[in-house]
């Protein structure tokens, strides 16, 4: 009982330390060390309407939920201020616990899917994967 | 005693739900709703040499301890096989609380120098910055 309670006390103080029930989580921002980043950037067409574009936004979204082995997901436009964007609007980035997710993902059925909607507005993409160290 | 014991056994059950510690912290991958994501490739000039090449790498990881305001970073070397990569080889991601973070980041002396290192062997940039959703 009296050892029950000293690894509850730690369990405790380290709850309030790492839990993100129990306060920001502060490993959220942290590097995930390991793990393999898909980072795709969209530049449209300029004819693309708005309503096209949240098509692909929202069947990008849509994609974690439809494909195994996304760790998590991630999207925005871009706001930089140093126009080194080369015309890039839209970074989304998708995370894989390893390659073999990532090479399943692609093929994909959603995958293609979503690639034909995709395709009619399509300007420009950009492709990067990276295994994330620090 | 008995209040804290219950309260210890729960803490343990979180711990061993959400601690880095216990095990890879589930919300590590998460999205970080809201923070600033700092996308920036680099493509290297064919002349840059290994040792030119891990200047800059070693000078940007050391960007995070030199500038406050940076919430995390991480990076990596492109292993996408979809060749749609532009050229560019390596890819940082830097993460900021907010774009004001961002905005003391980018004229900082360290920055400034970082720059003058990574110049003379850039062949292209290409910097995308987003706030993170969902």
Do not use: N
């Not at 996304?70 to 390893?98: A, I, M, N, Q, Y």
Request: charged letters at 25%.
């Amino acid at each position: 009982m009296r050892k029950l309670t000293g690894l509850g006390v730690l369990g405790l103080l380290l709850v309030a330390g790492c839990c993100p029930m129990m306060r920001a989580c502060p490993c959220a921002a942290r590097t995930v060390q390991g793990k393999l980043r898909h980072v795709v950037l969209f530049k449209f067409k300029a004819e693309a309407t708005p309503q096209q574009i949240k098509a692909v936004e929202d069947g990008f979204r849509a994609l974690p939920s439809q494909i195994p082995g996304v760790r998590s997901f991630e999207w925005g436009t871009d706001v930089s201020p140093e126009k080194l964007s080369d015309g890039f609007t839209h970074c989304f980035l998708v995370t894989f616990d390893d390659a073999k997710a990532r090479d399943a993902y692609l093929p994909h059925p959603a995958h293609k899917a979503f690639v034909e909607v995709l395709k009619p507005i399509l300007d420009k993409v950009l492709v990067v994967d990276y295994v994330a160290k620090k």
